[in-house]
C-alpha cells in the first residue's frame, strides 16, 4: 500500500506542487529570453507592457491548462481505469517537457506557453485521478493517512522545485531550460513503477464487474488473510448502487441525495485556495527583507516555508487517523484565523520596533504550519469519503475546476487586493477562514472509520430532512 501511494503520487500531485514552483527561480532568464528572441525577430526592442505580458501568459496559462485537465480527468478516469489515467496523463509531461526544452535553442517562446499549457493539464488530471485511486485502493483504518499521500508529494514537489531551483543547481542563466524540462523524470518514473500495482479493486469491482480482478487486486494490497472484509465492503456498495452508472458532473447538481456533499466540496475547496496562503507567499520576500534578510539569501529562508509545509502534511497524514478529519480541518482553519489577526498588527507597526519583523516572520511560518494541518491536507481526504463510486469521479471534476478557477482568480486579482488594502487585505482571508470553519463545524460529520455507504446515511438527513 505505501508503494502503491509512492508510484502513484510521483508522476500525480508531485507534479503540480513541482511545476507551480520551479517557474519562480528562472524569472529573469525567461525575460531575458523573451526580449532577445523579440529583438532577433522583429528588429525592435520587446514594449515593457508586452513583456509583463507575455511572462503573465507563461505563469498563468498552467492554471488554465489545470483547469481543462481537471475537466477531463474523471472521465479519463471511468474510461481507462484510475491506474490507465495516470499511466496516459505521463504521456502529456513528457511532450510538455519536451516543448519547453526546445524552447530555447529554437528561439520559440511560443513553445514555452504550448509546454506551460500541456503541463498544466498533465497536473489537473494528476489532481484529479491519484487522490481517487488512493481513496478507492486504502482500508477505511487507513484510508486519512493514505489520502494525505497526496498532500505529502504535493508539498514534496513544492520543496525539490524550490531546491532544484536554486542558482547553485538548474535555477541559473544557463541551465533553466534543463529546469522546466526535467518534470519528465517524475513522469518517466511512474511509467516504470506504476504498471507494477493493481487498478483500483473498487473500480474493478462496481465500474467492471470483473470480481475476480478485484479479489487479486485485495489480495496484493491488504494481504490474503485481510482482504475478505474489505471485499464484503466493496460488494455492499455494489449492491447499494444496484447497477448505477457513473454520474456526469451536472447531474450530480440535479441529484438531491448529494446536494450537501456537494456544497461542501465546493465551500471546502474554494476555502482553501482563497484563505490567505498566497499572500503569505507573495509578503514572505519583503517581511524576510524587514528582518533583515540579505536578498541573497532569501531563497534559502524560502525554503524555510517549503520544509514547513512539507512537515505539516507528514504531521497530518500521521494524525489523521487518531484525531479525525473535523478537528484538524476546523482546528487547521481557526489558526490561521488567529494568524491573519497577528499578521495585520506585525505589518501596521513593522517600523515602529526592531522585534515586530520577527512577530511577522513566526507568524508566516506559523500560518503555513496550520495550513497544512488542516485545510491543506484534509480537502482532497474528504472529497474521497464524502462521495460513493457513482458519485465520486463527477465530484474530483466540479472540485478540481472550482480549484482551478479559483487559483486563477486569486492569482489575477491578489496583486489589486494588496495594492488597494495593503497589509489590511489578510482581514478578508480572516473572515474567509473563521465563515469556512463555521460551516463545517455545522456541516460536516466526522468520517473516520466509516464506511463510504456510513458516510453517505450521515449526509441522508441533511439532504432529506429529519424524518426520513
Known amino acids: 500500500l505505501f508503494l502503491a501511494v509512492c508510484a502513484v503520487g510521483i508522476g500525480g500531485t508531485f507534479q503540480y506542487g513541482y511545476n ?8 529573469q532568464h525567461i525575460h531575458r529570453f523573451l526580449n532577445e528572441t523579440w529583438t532577433h525577430r522583429y528588429h525592435k526592442q520587446l514594449n515593457p507592457d508586452l513583456l509583463t505580458f507575455l511572462w503573465s501568459v507563461i505563469a498563468s496559462i498552467f492554471s488554465l491548462g489545470g483547469l481543462c485537465g481537471a475537466l477531463i480527468g474523471g472521465s479519463m478516469a471511468i474510461r481507462l481505469g484510475r491506474k490507465g489515467a495516470l499511466l496516459m496523463n505521463n504521456i502529456i509531461a513528457i511532450l510538455a517537457s519536451i516543448l519547453m526544452g526546445i524552447s530555447f535553442p529554437t528561439g520559440l517562446f511560443e513553445l514555452l506557453i504550448a509546454g506551460r499549457f500541456l503541463i498544466g493539464i ?77 487498478e483500483s479493486p473498487r473500480y474493478l469491482l462496481i465500474d467492471r464487474g470483473d470480481e475476480l480482478s478485484c479479489a487479486k487486486a485485495l489480495k496484493r494490497f491488504h494481504g490474503s488473510s485481510e482482504y475478505r472484509r474489505e471485499m464484503e465492503d466493496i460488494q455492499r456498495e455494489c449492491f447499494a448502487l444496484d447497477g448505477e452508472k457513473p454520474k456526469k458532473p451536472w447531474q450530480l447538481f440535479t441529484d438531491r441525495g448529494v446536494r450537501w456533499q456537494l456544497i461542501t466540496v ?30 541573497e539569501k532569501i531563497p534559502y529562508v524560502t525554503l524555510g516555508t517549503g520544509a514547513c509545509e512539507c512537515l505539516t502534511a507528514l504531521t497530518c497524514g500521521l494524525l489523521i487517523d487518531y484525531v479525525g478529519r473535523r478537528y484538524l480541518i476546523i482546528g487547521g482553519y481557526l489558526l490561521m484565523t488567529l494568524w491573519s489577526i497577528v499578521l495585520t498588527f506585525s505589518l501596521t507597526y513593522q517600523e515602529l520596533y526592531s522585534w515586530v519583523p520577527y512577530v511577522s516572520m513566526t507568524s508566516i511560518f506559523a ?102
Open 20 to 27: 507551480v514552483s520551479i517557474i519562480n527561480a528562472p524569472t
Open 122 to 198: 498533465n497536473s489537473g488530471i494528476g489532481i484529479c485521478v491519484q487522490p481517487l485511486y488512493i481513496g478507492e485502493v486504502a482500508p477505511k483504518h487507513l484510508r486519512g493517512g493514505m489520502a494525505m499521500g497526496t498532500s505529502i508529494f504535493l508539498t514534496g514537489g513544492i520543496l525539490t522545485g524550490q531546491i532544484i531551483g536554486l542558482r547553485e543547481l538548474l535555477g541559473g542563466e544557463t541551465y533553466w531550460p534543463l529546469l522546466l524540462s526535467s518534470s519528465c523524470f517524475p513522469a518517466f518514473a511512474q511509467l516504470l513503477f506504476l504498471p507494477w500495482f493493481p
Open 266 to 295: 465546493i465551500v471546502m475547496t474554494m476555502g482553501q485556495q482563497l484563505s490567505g496562503i498566497n499572500a503569505i507567499y507573495f509578503y514572505a520576500t519583503y517581511i524576510f527583507e524587514q528582518a533583515g534578510i540579505s536578498a
Open 367 to 468: 500560518f503555513i504550519l496550520s495550513f497544512g494541518l488542516g485545510p491543506g491536507g484534509i480537502t482532497n481526504t474528504l472529497t474521497a469519503e464524502l462521495f460513493i463510486q457513482s458519485s465520486r469521479p463527477a465530484a474530483y471534476m466540479i472540485g478540481g475546476t472550482i480549484s482551478w478557477i479559483s487559483f486563477f482568480t486569486i492569482g489575477m486579482l491578489f496583486p489589486f487586493i494588496v495594492n488597494g488594502l495593503k497589509q489590511y487585505c489578510f482581514l478578508v482571508f480572516l473572515l474567509e477562514c473563521s465563515s469556512v470553519a463555521a460551516f463545517i463545524f455545522l456541516v460536516i460529520p466526522e468520517t473516520k472509520n466509516k464506511s463510504f455507504l456510513e458516510i453517505k446515511k450521515e449526509f441522508h438527513k441533511l439532504n432529506f430532512g429529519r424524518n426520513t
